[in-house]
């Protein structure tokens, strides 16, 4: 889920009203009648902000949150893909990028499985989960909704299409059940199709990290010696090449990933995305 504005709380409201914010010792935000100043309409919160909001307030006011920001050149991944598009296209689904960054999440989440555990109720140990279930976010007419992919270890990329394909249409559709909707050890939002350069995700408590996605960029990249090389006469000379380059956003709580662990993560996913073959291995 992406960051969402908590609830104004009316002044003078009855403490209850400020759920987890009273036990944290925040006063309220003081309620300004936006009518004093001009014209305004009421809009009624979806259901899904309903349930979701009070959410994202709890985990933003109990998970101490830090985000890292990193880039993966996927012009080669780029390229694999659409190479198979009309493979893809004769099963009858479509090879989103998405679902090569879900292999490579499994990957990087096997090599440092902190990222997928829960920090314990006593918060004197963590549970780490040896399972590979993602959070995929959905954009819907209702607001976003993150159902779980599981098993994503074991599935391949054209069966995990289908699958996503059958689940975001089920969501837009309002066709859930709560059981989609729990049991994920990692989450990721993707907010490429629309736009944007980077994105603070909040983390879906428990879970200790999730993964931002934003809109995908050409940037140049130097081919050739470093700047502060000697160049002897008749060396090659080096030039910019234009890359395909995906913004990463990993938000994560520093109760249980630190910053190192965090950027060692988004580096290792990097590497994976750079180079689909790693993706076979």
Known sequence: PIPTAAPDVA????A??????VGMGIPPVPFVDPARFGPVHEQPLSRIQKVSGPALHRSWLNVPHVTQHDEADITELERFRRDRKDLASAKGVKLSPLLFVMKAVVIALR??????STLSPERDRLL???YFHLGIAVDTDQGLVVPVVRDVDRKGVFELAAELQS?????????LTPDDLTGACFTISSLGGIGGTAFSPIVNAPEVAILGLSKTQVKPAWRGPSPVDDVSEGSAAGHFEPRLVLPLS????HRVVDGALAVRFTTRLAAILSDPMQLLL
């Open 11 to 14: 002044a003078g409201a009855p």
């Open 16 to 21: 209850a009203t400020s759920g987890a914010a």
């Open 111 to 116: 090599e440092h499985p902190t990222l997928r």
């Open 128 to 130: 780490v989960k040896d």
């Open 167 to 175: 689940t975001a249409e089920r969501a837009r559709n309002r066709k």
């Open 250 to 253: 990993l938000s994560y709580d």
